[in-house]
C-alpha cells in the first residue's frame, strides 16, 4: 500500500516519457547537431603529406566532434540518475564568465593568445571558487603549457604571433 502512495506523490515530472525530459531534449539537439557537422568534415579533402605540418586538418574537428557526442552521452546518463538542479536565476559567476571570454578575445587580439589563455584559465577559476592561489597558478600556468605543447607538438600548429609566442619562436 504504501508503494502505491509513494508512487502517486511522485507523479508529475518524473511521470513524463524521456524523450520529453529536458535532459534528453538537450542532448538530443547536442548530439544531432556534432552529427550533421561530423558528416560535414567528411567532405574535406586531404592535403598532401609534404604539405601537412602534423595531422590532417579533417581529423581534429572529427576527433573534437566525437568527443562532443561521447561527452553528451556521459552527461545524459549521469543525469538520469542524478536530477539537474533548476536555477531561477543563472549564478553571478555565470555572468563574469562571460565577460572573461570577451577579455580574452581583446587580449588574444592586442597582446597574445598565449597569455589570453592563463588570464582565462585564471579569473574563470577564481570567480567559479577557487580561491587557493598555489592552485590558481597552477591552473594559470600548466594548462595553457598543455595547451600549447599540444597544439604546437602533436597537431604541429604555430600559435598567432605575440609578446610571449615571439619569445618562443625567435
Known sequence: MNNVLDKKK???????????????????????????????????????????????????????????????????VVSLKIEWKKEEKLPKAFYITLL????FIIVAKILDFFLAISILSLS???????????????????FPAIVFIFFETILGLRFPPGIITNIYYN
Open 124 to 142: 574563470v577559476s577564481y570567480f567559479w571558487g577557487e580561491k587557493r592561489i598555489v592552485y590558481l597558478l597552477l591552473v594559470s600556468i600548466v
Open 10 to 76: 511522485r507523479a508529475g515530472k518524473d511521470s513524463l516519457p524521456f524523450f520529453l525530459k529536458a535532459s534528453f531534449i538537450v542532448s538530443l539537439i547536442i548530439i544531432t547537431v556534432s552529427l550533421f557537422l561530423l558528416l560535414a568534415t567528411l567532405s574535406f579533402e586531404t592535403v598532401p603529406p609534404i604539405l601537412n605540418r602534423g595531422i590532417q586538418p579533417a581529423t581534429f574537428p572529427k576527433g573534437l566532434l566525437i568527443l562532443i557526442i561521447f561527452l553528451t552521452i556521459i552527461v545524459y
Open 100 to 103: 572573461n571570454f570577451i577579455l
